[in-house]
């Protein structure tokens, strides 16, 4: 057998930085081979059952520590998805697990999740962490999460479908598409959806993408950090041709979409109310 089959190091780095000791010993590993990686410093041992790399995840190594499974918004940072804010860490522990020890702050859910858990995870899956989400943001937040996983493709609204999915989750995976580049666009739609009124995403016009096209005329965008120096000068010529081409547009800041929306949802509604979003004779 190839040596690196059987290095602890190598194994524990395949596994994503930590790894179950009980693989280790599948995989033909000796408890010397092990003990020498962590005299070494290559390992740490975490508790009785795990081990770690130095240099692994904390969030994944604290899990380990105590016992518990990455979930919700701190899982769906894990799998790279779209999420609004991140503060404290979420946790999964057993319906009877009794108390676990996590750092202050942590939120335990301690609900059944839809999809078994295999006794190696440490982070939820995306269909378990979709469900968790459902139950603890709010709608809007909540939404914004799922259309990330489904634009990314890494679960289907067929997939969802066929899970004894609770209500809230039921309620978001009635709405949920996979067509949202970014979680602003998925807030956008979803806030303004009541409108009545046309809503195009990324509508291609005068050669460039804009954020929202609203009607025919009202196009809305969102300067992110990355709108400075030449980017903005591009935007202020693009709004510029809007502008003589008959285009109204609406231009706000990420900070104002995220945390001052019934300002921006004012502007827009006045904007609606005066026609803007109509073409003209």
């Known amino acids: 057998m190839p040596a690196h089959r059987t290095d602890p190091v190598d194994l524990a780095r395949r596994a994503g930085g930590v790894v179950r ?5 599948e995989a033909g590993v000796s408890w010397r081979a092990v003990a020498d990686a962590i005299d070494r410093g290559e390992l740490v041992r975490l508790r009785r059952r795990w081990l770690a790399l130095p240099d692994a995840d904390p969030y994944v190594t604290a899990a380990a520590r105590a016992g518990v499974i990455l979930t919700c918004v701190t899982a769906a940072v894990h799998h790279g998805l779209w999420v609004a804010s991140h503060s404290e860490p979420h946790v999964a522990a057993g319906p009877h697990s009794g108390r676990v020890d996590v750092a202050p702050g942590t939120r335990v859910h301690r609900t059944r999740p839809v999809i078994p858990r295999h006794p190696d995870s440490l982070v939820d899956g995306v ?21 990330s996983a489904l634009n990314k493709r890494l679960i289907s609204l067929e ?5 004894p999915l609770p209500a809230r989750a039921r309620a978001l995976a009635e709405v949920a598409q996979p067509f949202a580049d970014s979680g602003l666009e998925t807030y956008l739609i979803a806030r303004l959806r009541w409108l009545g009124l046309r809503l195009i995403p990324q509508a ?28 903005r000068e591009q935007d202020i010529q693009h709004d510029a041709l809007l ?39």
């Open 21 to 25: 000791g009980v693989r280790l010993a």
């Open 204 to 231: 291609w016009i005068l050669d460039h993408r804009v954020d929202l096209l609203i009607g025919d005329r009202l196009v809305f965008q969102v300067d992110g950090g990355h709108h400075v120096d030449a980017q």
């Open 159 to 163: 997939e969802l479908s066929r899970l």
């Open 127 to 147: 269909g378990n962490t979709l469900v968790a989400v459902a139950s603890c943001l709010p709608h809007d937040d909540a939404l914004v999460v799922w259309e």
């Open 243 to 281: 502008t003589l081409h008959g285009y109204h547009v609406i231009r706000v800041g990420y900070r104002q979409v995220i945390h001052d929306w019934p300002q921006v949802q004012m502007t827009v509604m006045n904007a609606v109310a005066q026609g803007l979003h109509r073409a003209r004779d």
